[in-house]
């Protein structure tokens, strides 16, 4: 089993930032993909990030490349996402997920992730 929980979030203006934190317990974190998303009220939930197990190989939703960065500290069983340049349609409960049943590169079809977090809320004011 894993456990994931996720901090960082809060209320910010636009252009602003903001560092989300996603905490792993359980199994080996190191070994897995993983990836961020977030679902806006009204709206299906969406990829915005994915990391592979090293940390080597990212990839980003349209939406927010060149703003937001996605990382990993193995040794603290932790994956961020550095989000800057904030926009109101940024807005939207953020989850991390890991897929521990694939050991290759980075995820980006949700539905190949079996843990998530509780996710956490980002709110970019105009």
């Known amino acids: 089993q894993v456990q994931l929980v996720e901090s960082g979030g809060g209320l910010v203006q636009a252009g602003g930032s903001l560092r989300l934190s996603c905490a792993a317990s359980g199994r080996t974190f190191s070994r897995y993909p993983m990836g961020w998303f977030r679902q806006a009220p009204g709206k299906e939930r969406e990829f915005v990030a994915a990391?592979?197990?090293?940390?080597?190989?990212?990839y980003y939703a349209d939406s927010v490349k060149g703003r937001f960065t996605i990382s990993r500290d193995n040794t603290k069983n932790t994956m961020y996402l550095r989000m800057n340049s904030l926009k109101p349609e940024d807005t939207a409960v953020y989850y991390c997920?890991?897929?521990?049943?694939?050991?290759?590169?980075?995820?980006?079809?949700?539905?190949?992730?079996?843990?998530w977090g509780q996710g956490t809320q980002v709110t970019v004011s105009s």
């Open positions: 990391i592979n197990w090293s940390g080597t190989s990212t």
């Open positions: 997920a890991l897929d521990s049943r694939y050991l290759g590169d980075y995820v980006t079809n949700q539905y190949e992730y079996d843990y």
